[in-house]
Nanobody, 121 residues
Framework: QVQVEESGGGSVQAGESLRLACSASGRAIAVYAMAWHRQAPGNERELVASIRWAGNEAPVYADSVKGRFTISRGNPRLNTKSTVYLQMNDLKPEDTAIYYC?????????WGQGTQVTISS
Protein backbone atom coordinates (compact mmCIF):
# COMPACT_ATOMS: atom_id res chain seq x y z
CA GLN A 1 0.00 0.00 0.00
CA VAL A 2 1.01 3.60 -0.58
CA GLN A 3 0.17 6.23 2.00
CA VAL A 4 -0.02 9.90 1.12
CA GLU A 5 -0.15 12.48 3.89
CA GLU A 6 -0.50 16.25 3.72
CA SER A 7 0.56 18.78 6.35
CA GLY A 8 0.92 22.53 6.76
CA GLY A 9 -2.64 23.76 6.44
CA GLY A 10 -4.07 26.41 8.71
CA SER A 11 -5.81 29.75 8.98
CA VAL A 12 -4.13 32.99 7.91
CA GLN A 13 -5.03 36.50 6.81
CA ALA A 14 -5.24 37.54 3.18
CA GLY A 15 -1.82 38.41 1.80
CA GLU A 16 0.02 35.98 4.04
CA SER A 17 1.74 32.74 3.10
CA LEU A 18 1.51 29.03 3.87
CA ARG A 19 3.63 26.07 2.85
CA LEU A 20 2.01 22.69 2.39
CA ALA A 21 3.97 19.44 2.40
CA CYS A 22 3.00 16.02 1.13
CA SER A 23 4.89 12.82 1.84
CA ALA A 24 4.35 9.43 0.30
CA SER A 25 5.41 6.24 2.08
CA GLY A 26 4.81 2.54 2.03
CA ARG A 27 5.27 0.20 -0.91
CA ALA A 28 7.90 1.43 -3.34
CA ILE A 29 6.42 2.23 -6.74
CA ALA A 30 7.52 4.22 -9.74
CA VAL A 31 6.30 7.80 -9.30
CA TYR A 32 5.42 9.68 -12.47
CA ALA A 33 4.11 12.92 -10.97
CA MET A 34 2.69 14.52 -7.86
CA ALA A 35 0.03 17.16 -7.71
CA TRP A 36 -2.03 19.38 -5.45
CA HIS A 37 -5.77 19.69 -5.86
CA ARG A 38 -8.28 21.67 -3.83
CA GLN A 39 -11.97 21.59 -3.15
CA ALA A 40 -13.98 24.46 -1.74
CA PRO A 41 -17.50 23.95 -0.30
CA GLY A 42 -20.02 23.49 -3.10
CA ASN A 43 -17.32 23.25 -5.74
CA GLU A 44 -15.73 20.39 -7.60
CA ARG A 45 -12.17 19.35 -6.85
CA GLU A 46 -9.76 21.23 -9.09
CA LEU A 47 -6.11 20.88 -10.01
CA VAL A 48 -3.91 23.53 -8.42
CA ALA A 49 -0.43 22.44 -9.51
CA SER A 50 1.42 19.36 -10.69
CA ILE A 51 5.03 18.40 -11.19
CA ARG A 52 6.69 15.54 -13.04
CA TRP A 53 8.94 13.36 -10.92
CA ALA A 54 11.75 13.12 -13.47
CA GLY A 55 13.12 15.41 -16.11
CA ASN A 56 12.97 19.15 -16.44
CA GLU A 57 9.42 19.65 -17.66
CA ALA A 58 7.95 22.81 -16.18
CA PRO A 59 5.27 22.41 -13.50
CA VAL A 60 1.67 23.08 -14.41
CA TYR A 61 -0.45 25.61 -12.50
CA ALA A 62 -4.07 26.64 -12.49
CA ASP A 63 -4.50 30.15 -13.89
CA SER A 64 -5.90 31.32 -10.56
CA VAL A 65 -2.64 30.57 -8.72
CA LYS A 66 0.02 31.36 -11.32
CA GLY A 67 2.62 33.74 -9.93
CA ARG A 68 1.52 33.10 -6.33
CA PHE A 69 1.95 29.35 -5.78
CA THR A 70 5.06 27.25 -6.37
CA ILE A 71 5.19 23.46 -6.39
CA SER A 72 8.53 21.76 -5.77
CA ARG A 73 9.97 18.31 -5.13
CA GLY A 74 11.84 17.27 -2.03
CA ASN A 75 15.58 16.71 -2.13
CA PRO A 76 16.33 12.96 -2.55
CA ARG A 77 19.62 13.38 -0.73
CA LEU A 78 17.70 14.45 2.38
CA ASN A 79 15.57 11.28 2.34
CA THR A 80 12.57 13.26 1.10
CA LYS A 81 12.40 11.49 -2.23
CA SER A 82 8.62 11.29 -2.37
CA THR A 83 7.83 14.65 -0.89
CA VAL A 84 6.27 17.57 -2.67
CA TYR A 85 5.71 21.08 -1.39
CA LEU A 86 3.30 23.85 -2.28
CA GLN A 87 4.46 27.32 -1.35
CA MET A 88 1.45 29.62 -1.33
CA ASN A 89 2.06 33.36 -1.25
CA ASP A 90 -0.30 36.34 -1.35
CA LEU A 91 -3.18 34.14 -0.27
CA LYS A 92 -6.72 35.28 -1.01
CA PRO A 93 -10.04 34.36 0.60
CA GLU A 94 -10.94 32.46 -2.58
CA ASP A 95 -8.01 30.11 -1.91
CA THR A 96 -9.94 28.74 1.06
CA ALA A 97 -10.42 25.01 0.49
CA ILE A 98 -9.33 21.56 1.50
CA TYR A 99 -6.05 20.85 -0.28
CA TYR A 100 -5.37 17.30 -1.40
CA CYS A 101 -2.14 15.72 -2.55
CA UNK A 102 -2.16 13.13 -5.32
CA UNK A 103 0.62 10.76 -6.25
CA UNK A 104 0.43 9.50 -9.84
CA UNK A 105 2.40 6.31 -10.12
CA UNK A 106 2.77 3.19 -12.21
CA UNK A 107 0.06 1.40 -10.21
CA UNK A 108 -2.43 4.26 -10.20
CA UNK A 109 -3.33 7.41 -8.28
CA UNK A 110 -3.08 7.73 -4.52
CA TRP A 111 -4.72 10.53 -2.56
CA GLY A 112 -4.16 12.01 0.87
CA GLN A 113 -6.94 12.88 3.30
CA GLY A 114 -6.55 16.61 2.73
CA THR A 115 -5.56 19.60 4.81
CA GLN A 116 -7.76 22.63 5.44
CA VAL A 117 -6.58 26.06 4.32
CA THR A 118 -8.66 29.03 5.45
CA ILE A 119 -7.96 32.60 4.39
CA SER A 120 -9.73 35.47 6.09
CA SER A 121 -10.04 38.96 4.64
Amino acid sequence: QVQVEESGGGSVQAGESLRLACSASGRAIAVYAMAWHRQAPGNERELVASIRWAGNEAPVYADSVKGRFTISRGNPRLNTKSTVYLQMNDLKPEDTAIYYCRLHGRTGDYWGQGTQVTISS
